[in-house]
């Protein structure tokens, strides 16, 4: 499992996290497939990165609601897809 760090704007407030992430590629002639290239990124542990803890239930609710596009391409990018 990967982590990355980031920080969101939630409704005017600057969230530093630590998010656990598993993600996985395949297909493209890259990997000896005829299948379209795809990746998929599963969101594990969301902690605060200044305190080191999970983060409530509701708080990672909504961030995965409003937020989750974001996160993912946070993800892409670190893992340069």
């Known amino acids: 499992m990967n982590e990355i760090e980031m ?4 409704r005017g407030f600057d969230i530093e996290l630590l998010v656990k992430y598993d993600f996985q590629t395949g297909g493209s002639n890259r990997y000896g497939s005829d299948e379209p290239t795809w990746c ?5 542990t969301i902690k605060s990165a200044k305190r ?4 409530s239930d509701r708080l990672r609710k909504l ?6 596009d974001w996160i993912y391409r946070e993800i892409e990018l670190a ?3």
Do not use: A, F, P, R
């Open 79 to 81: 893992e340069d897809w």
């Open 63 to 68: 961030l995965l609601e409003e937020y989750t």
């Open 40 to 44: 998929e990124i599963d969101i594990g």
């Open 7 to 10: 920080t969101l704007n939630v």
């Open 52 to 55: 080191w803890t999970v983060i």
